[in-house]
């Protein structure tokens, strides 16, 4: 008997009451999105979502679940009838195909109508397995571990397992308007927010000639890369030099990352309320650099009262590091060109900036034009799988 | 679009697009193969061998290698004679402003195989003086790598002068990267036992190019396998390329003095231009008109540059290769600039497709940016 089927266990759906079906709709949606290329069907009930493997192979078809949000687990499995008769022959038959010398039988029975409870068909199909093959009982290290699930309708056996994302579905959490610098922690931040359900819109701010216009193909990349998990990315680049200029004409120094952050998170918010996203969401990691300390983070965020993510808030770099090169954005990140956040680097950035001093700095320049001339001069560019496919 | 870039890449000739694929359609066999086709194209292929050298006039002295570029061809004849005649001495002598093509496979050497590899100082202009040279030179000397032109700032070597004290030592090979002066400067051919070139700097096509060589050395060949150019580089040999190479080394040498006569006024004009602006001039006038340097004095090199790309106007900052690093000019470095000049500089380097108008506009667009750009 060769398992032909996937089983998706869900994610956090425990704490969901009435949402529980729109949920699994929007998972079944996103796993027949992401298996179309395989030509493979799929069906939920209250508990899973099944995929119907029809002898292809089931490794592809697991690492690209293993890329959609909102799933707990993946167990490759076989079905049969659910009689004792029927699961003594489906375990021999798994457990040969398995080919292992040891094993180890987990049954789990939902059906409570089912004359034997649990232990009782463990022991009545290992009696089975042990007398018709060449195997032994291992209880702590098994070759072989056969999990069987006794449901009303059939009971499923599964040897294999594997790790999902976890998170909710992409998209059932609504979306948020990302800030991407090209730098490392954005990217990592935007697919926190995409495992847990949130679609991500992206906005980089560009300065150049500060900022080498190669940037915009290194954040190409990286989109490419969150592809895998969100299946089409906007990027939006705000023109954004006249602002900075401005900025290190009429503000101190040591204020210039404050009031800077300040601006950013203003044309966010617009285009954030432009684009119907609910909440903006940056890379930033709590006492990283300047501009993130409490104190700044305060003073910055004072610009709005729309709800500000950082996903990343209490990650040490060395683990951003670690979860970037995981994703695969790590190489792409560390290229060495300009972003927004590296050029114009004071000497000694005001780590605990005060909101008065920012307002008097601001009142000195027209800002209000120059980001509403901003906010016209976006430039928007679609990924769709890793290519690029609308320019606006 | 104007294209100052040159000594990064040139635009291919369009005889030698031609040729390209007309080789290709007429003579695709396998120059090793031993049936008719294959020895048609294997003839054709050492005629092609002996027009370069031709060319060059070291036919009856030089044999020729076939390889991938300059930087190949470095490394074969630094590798390649360093290994091979390691018993007659193991000390190594190369420029402070080399191509890092040459610099890395010397480090190389000392670091893994005991080589003694020696940086010679250059003096202020970027040249190795011959009295340098000679205080260097002893009988442990194997191989001597000075380039001709220096691809940052068209710094000239006396090639002739110093391949003089070279073979007073008979141990020792002179080699010379030859990458930028090949067509542009007058060079002592005949005089130098190896040098390596590029056909892309000559309007030829990318990944091509050849190690020249005296007929008697021998090196421990990069690539071993099937025996292919006289078994210093093994692999399938397209004739194609080559032919391209060798029409490209041709066109090149074809009136080198009339090329120099295009090119110096634009040299003359972008020298005399920028005395006006904040800039560190690098070269000096009687180096090679190819190439002009220069140092931004506030402005911050990579954004300059930036700004003249989005203007459609294209030039380097230090070279091609190492635009991926912060890291400062190790050429301005030796000729003792500071951290700031050797971290902020710009390459302008032209060919013979390039104007007088686009010097002008190039000045005019650069004047204007180091107004307006905030300093760095």
Redesign the interface.
């Known amino acids: 008997m060769k398992a032909n089927m996937l089983m998706i266990h869900f994610g956090e759906l425990s704490t969901k009451g009435d949402n529980r079906k729109a949920f699994i709709a929007c998972l079944l949606h996103n796993v027949r999105t992401s298996l179309k290329s395989f030509g493979l069907e799929a069906k939920s009930d209250r508990d899973h979502i099944y995929v119907y493997l029809n002898d292809s192979d089931p490794e592809p078809v697991i690492a690209r679940l293993k890329e959609v949000s909102g799933i707990q687990r993946i167990s490759t499995v076989a079905k049969c009838e659910p009689t004792l008769e029927a699961m003594k022959l489906a375990a021999l038959e798994v457990l040969q195909e398995e080919g292992g010398r040891t094993f180890k039988i987990d049954v789990k029975r939902v059906d409570k109508r089912f004359p034997l409870d649990s232990y009782g068909i463990t022991v009545e199909v290992a009696d089975y397995v042990l007398d018709h093959g060449d195997f032994e009982v291992d209880l702590h290290n098994p070759d072989t571990r056969l999990k069987m699930t006794l449901r009303v309708d059939a009971c499923y056996l599964s040897c294999h397992e594997e790790l999902g994302l976890g998170g909710y579905p992409l998209g059932m959490i609504g979306k948020v308007t990302m800030l991407l610098s090209g730098g490392i922690d954005s990217p990592v931040a935007a697919f926190a927010l995409m495992r847990r359900g949130i679609r991500v819109e992206c906005l980089h701010f560009a300065s150049p000639p500060y900022t080498s216009m190669a940037v915009v193909d290194k954040l190409k990349d990286i989109l490419a890369c969150l592809n895998d998990y969100q299946r089409d990315i906007k990027l939006q680049i705000l023109p954004f030099t006249k602002i900075q200029e401005a900025i290190y004409e009429h503000v101190p120094e040591p204020y210039c990352i404050t009031i800077m952050r300040r601006m950013m998170i203003r044309l966010a918010v617009a285009m954030a309320k432009k684009n119907k996203t609910l909440a903006v969401a940056t890379g930033e990691s709590i006492g990283q650099v300047a501009s993130q300390t409490l104190e700044s983070i305060g003073v910055i965020e004072e610009v709005t009262n729309f709800p500000i993510l950082r996903p990343l808030c209490v990650e040490d770099k060395l683990s951003i590091i670690a979860k970037a090169k995981k994703l695969g954005t790590y190489d792409i990140s560390i290229r060495p060109y300009e972003d927004c956040c590296t050029i114009f680097k004071p000497k000694k950035p005001k780590t605990k900036p005060h909101l008065d001093d920012c307002l008097y700095f601001e009142s000195k320049f027209d800002y209000e034009s120059l980001i509403q001339e901003c906010l016209a001069g976006v430039e928007t560019i679609c990924f769709s799988e890793g290519k690029e496919v609308i320019k606006e | 679009m104007i294209y100052f870039d040159s000594a990064a890449s040139t635009s291919p000739s369009q005889d030698v697009l031609d040729l390209f694929v007309k080789s290709n359609v007429n003579q695709f066999a396998n120059p090793a193969a031993a049936h008719a086709l294959g020895r048609d194209a294997g003839r054709e292929l050492e005629e092609c061998r002996k027009a370069v050298l031709s060319a060059f006039h070291v036919d009856k002295t030089h044999s020729l290698a076939f390889l991938s570029g300059a930087t190949e061809a470095n490394n074969l004849a630094i590798k390649g004679v360093a290994f091979s005649y390691q018993n007659r001495g193991k000390k190594l002598l190369f420029s402070a402003s080399e191509h890092p093509s040459v610099t890395e496979p010397m480090r190389y050497l000392a670091s893994a195989f005991g080589f003694e590899a020696i940086e010679l100082p250059v003096d202020a202009l970027g040249r190795v003086e011959p009295d340098t040279l000679r205080a260097y030179m002893d009988k442990n000397v194997i191989l001597v790598s000075i380039m001709g032109v220096n691809n940052e700032t068209g710094a000239i070597n006396d090639l002739k002068a110093l391949a003089k004290i070279v073979h007073e030592y008979p141990k020792a090979y002179f080699h010379s990267d030859l990458t930028q002066a090949v067509g542009k400067i007058e060079v002592p051919y005949s005089d130098i036992d190896l040098f390596s070139f590029s056909a892309h700097k000559l309007h030829g096509l990318k990944e091509s190019g050849a190690l020249v060589y005296k007929s008697s050395i021998r090196f421990v060949p990069l690539a071993h396998g099937g025996g292919q150019e006289r078994g210093f580089r093994s692999g399938t040999v397209s004739l194609a390329l080559n032919q391209c190479l060798c029409l490209a080394v041709q066109n090149s040498l074809r009136n080198p003095k009339a090329d120099e006569a295009k090119v110096r006024p634009l040299f003359d004009a972008l020298y005399e231009g920028l005395q006006n602006e904040p800039v560190t001039i690098n070269s000096y006038r009687e180096g090679s008109p190819y190439v002009l340097n220069f140092s931004l004095n506030v402005h911050r090199a990579?954004?300059?540059?930036?700004?003249l790309?989005?203007k459609g106007i294209y030039v380097s900052t230090t070279s091609a290769c190492s635009t991926?690093?912060?890291h400062p000019s190790s050429t301005l470095l030796a000729m003792g600039k500071d951290m700031e000049t050797s971290s902020n500089s710009i390459r302008v380097s032209f060919s013979t497709d390039n104007t007088l108008e686009e010097v002008h506009r190039f000045l005019e667009v650069l004047h204007q940016?180091l107004k307006e750009?905030?300093p760095r």
């Open positions: 990579s954004v300059i540059m930036e700004a790309s989005q991926r690093s912060d940016l750009v905030h």
